[in-house]
T-cell receptor, first 109, second 114 residues
Framework: DAKTTQPNSMESNEEEPVHLPCNHS???????IHWYRQLPSQGPEYVIH???SNVNNRMASLAIAEDRKSSTLILHRATLRDAAVYYC??????????FGPGTSLSVIP | NAGVTQTPKFQVLKTGQSMTLQCAQDMNHNSMYWYRQDPGMGLRLIYYSASEGTTDKGEVPNGYNVSRLNKREFSLRLESAAPSQTSVYFC?????????????FGSGTQLSVL
């Protein structure tokens, strides 16, 4: 399993962009990079995933480094509802999915 | 759409009692997972089933057993509950494929062992 390193916590002002970093230097060539988030008192929910190139969806953007050893989840305009724990998970289909401690994001009004 | 359904939502057990947590998905997913989350902590994988008929240990399997009853259902059993198993339990499923599909989670079972 690829090891990940994320900041324990981050803060952002409401309506400003947020860049959540993740290092995954031991990622294998077949691992996709998934991001999930967990709102307070809820189960995790999918945010975005990618393999090599940058990805966008309605929730966020995912920027993947050229060497794939790091990635950044970008929330373009943070809202109070985005306050959550964000998990970065490199993983391969058909295998176990291990969640690390993640980054706790606080959004300041 | 039901998605991933977990039962029960809440349960209180006495030390030594047994119980089974049920999980069912209606999305024709082939992989299913059981996690536990202690207060203020991250999720830890207990067991998973990559496909119907297979189960494998995760990070914290001790004290638990699982059964992949069919493609839809994946149950988690505590044979002799201990206070250390007080936690929120989440079931998840996904369509494992070459494009590495996302996990869908149930709403969780809050278990207290006294």
């Amino acid at each position: 399993d690829a090891k990940t390193t994320q900041p324990n916590s981050m803060e952002s002002n409401e309506e400003e962009p947020v860049h959540l970093p993740c290092n995954h230097s031991t990622i294998s060539g077949t691992d996709y990079i998934h991001w999930y988030r967990q709102l307070p008192s809820q189960g995790p929910e999918y945010v975005i995933h990618g393999l090599t190139s940058n990805v966008n969806n309605r929730m966020a953007s995912l920027a993947i480094a050229e060497d794939r050893k790091s990635s950044t989840l970008i929330l373009h305009r943070a809202t109070l509802r985005d306050a959550a724990v964000y998990y970065c998970i490199p993983e391969t289909s058909y295998d176990k999915v291990i969640f690390g401690p993640g980054t706790s994001l606080s959004v300041i009004p | 759409n039901a998605g991933v359904t977990q039962t029960p939502k809440f349960q209180v057990l006495k030390t030594g009692q047994s119980m089974t947590l049920q999980c069912a998905q209606d999305m024709n997913h082939n992989s299913m997972y059981w996690y536990r989350q202690d207060p203020g902590m991250g999720l830890r994988l207990i067991y998973y089933s990559a496909s119907e008929g297979t189960t494998d240990k995760g990070e914290v399997p001790n004290g638990y057993n699982v059964s992949r009853l069919n493609k839809r259902e994946f149950s988690l059993r505590l044979e002799s509950a201990a206070p250390s198993q007080t936690s929120v339990y989440f079931c998840a499923s996904r369509l494992a494929s070459a494009t590495n599909e996302k996990l869908f989670f149930g709403s969780g079972t809050q278990l207290s062992v006294l």
